[in-house]
């Protein structure tokens, strides 16, 4: 069989090279095209008329024929140019009829045409139909046999009513087989949104809790009622982070840039970084905003755990966000699956994402492609 499936026989049945013989051509078509072979006694019966040789003759060549026709279900596996000689022999073993007189060759139009559309590919099979359909007809009339315009005409009828089926099922198989590649892709995607979304939220939250544990337990000797302020944010960062865990699996997680840099100021604050960030916004677009947000959780999550600065510092606009720090920078501008799967959001939104670190600090700079204006939060 050729490597090429678009010559391939558009009847084949791959799970039927397998088989043996007679079920092999029962799954490729033979049920279908066996009550055709009838059309192999019109000659024979055309030349009872004729002396014992030329009905013996006439009879092993209409054999001949049907073996050439239903034996191309047989052959579907074989590559094109055997499949193209094994239609040769059914045409010509066809056309040798035409060495007795009142054979009737035209008859088998149909199987000519039906065994084209199944055995070769459709745009050589095409090619095949119309020239046998054209030189059929114009014998036919030559010859005033009116029979035989309507054998060549049902010959054209067959052939593109065969043809064009196997090629909707062809193109449904493929819709079918398109769907499950899709349903599998949408199931990685997802896992992998989830996966995202869950190192985002519990990165954050957990560096939150940390951060707010250490203070709270610097104070709890000096200032009991802070340490207990402290402890009471604890709880409830840790009871707002089971509930995102929860609406991220539901796909109902909503992040925002003003509620991220609001989140960013508290956190920084406890960690003893300055936090310097805008007190207002503009107008955002849900999309944007979730988008920003997400960069600015990110980046201050990295400040507060790996970056030993003292200031931080957040800047806003409807089409960007940076955030800088004046810590010690980090070894690779992308190490870390929390700064590679903003990349990979802030990338499949069309934006660009840019981090700069040296020993004087960190920049990470993320650019949306089109700002929107639909109204944010």
């Known amino acids: 069989m050729t490597d090429d499936t678009s010559l391939q026989a558009p009847a084949f049945v791959p799970g039927a090279c397998g088989l043996p013989w007679y079920r092999r051509a029962f799954a490729q078509g033979a049920g279908y095209?066996?009550?055709?072979?009838?059309?192999?006694l019109i000659p024979i019966a055309y030349a009872l008329d004729a002396g014992p040789a030329t009905i013996a003759l006439v009879t092993l060549n209409c054999l001949v024929i049907v073996t050439f026709f239903v034996g191309s279900t047989l052959v579907m596996h074989w590559p094109e140019w055997a499949r193209w000689l094994w239609l040769a022999g059914l045409i010509s073993s066809i056309l040798?009829?035409?060495l007795f007189p009142e054979s009737r060759p035209l008859y088998f139009a149909p199987l000519i045409t039906?065994?084209?559309v199944t055995l070769i590919a459709w745009r050589h099979a095409l090619i095949v139909v119309v020239a046998a359909t054209v030189l059929g007809l114009g014998f036919s009339l030559l010859q005033g046999d009116l029979f035989g315009v309507v054998m060549v005409l049902m010959?054209?009828?067959l052939a593109l009513t065969v043809g064009l089926g196997i090629r909707y099922d062809a193109a449904r198989s493929a819709l079918r087989k398109a769907e499950e590649r899709?349903?599998?892709?949408?199931?990685a995607a997802e896992r992998e949104r989830i996966g995202r979304d869950l190192h985002d939220?519990?990165?954050?939250s957990l560096t939150t809790i940390a951060v707010k544990a250490d203070l709270a337990q610097r104070l709890t000797s000096r200032d009991p009622g802070a340490a207990a302020v402290q402890i009471g944010e604890i709880a409830t960062i840790a009871r707002q982070s089971l509930k995102d865990v929860r609406a991220t699996a539901a796909g109902m997680r909503e992040v925002r840039l003003a509620s991220e840099i609001a989140a960013a100021r508290s956190v920084l604050t406890a960690a003893g970084?300055?936090?310097?960030a805008p007190v207002a916004l503009p107008v955002i677009g849900d999309a944007d905003s979730e988008l920003l947000g997400y960069a600015v959780r990110e980046a201050v999550t990295n400040v507060v755990r790996h970056?030993?600065?003292t200031i931080c510092t957040i800047e806003a606009d409807a089409d960007h966000v940076s955030v800088t720090d004046d810590g010690t920078g980090f070894a690779g501008p992308h190490d870390g699956s929390g700064l590679a799967g903003l990349q990979g959001r802030v990338e499949q939104a069309g934006g660009s994402f840019d981090v700069h670190t040296s020993s004087a600090g960190t920049v990470l700079r993320v650019q949306l492609a089109a700002p929107t204006t639909e109204g944010a939060r």
């Open 114 to 116: 039906c065994t084209a």
């Open 307 to 309: 970056s030993g600065a």
């Open 201 to 204: 939220i519990l990165g954050h």
């Open 273 to 276: 970084i300055e936090c310097r």
């Open 33 to 40: 095209i066996l009550p055709s072979c009838v059309f192999a």
């Open 155 to 157: 010959g054209l009828a």
């Open 96 to 98: 040798a009829l035409g």
């Open 182 to 187: 899709t349903a599998v892709l949408a199931v």
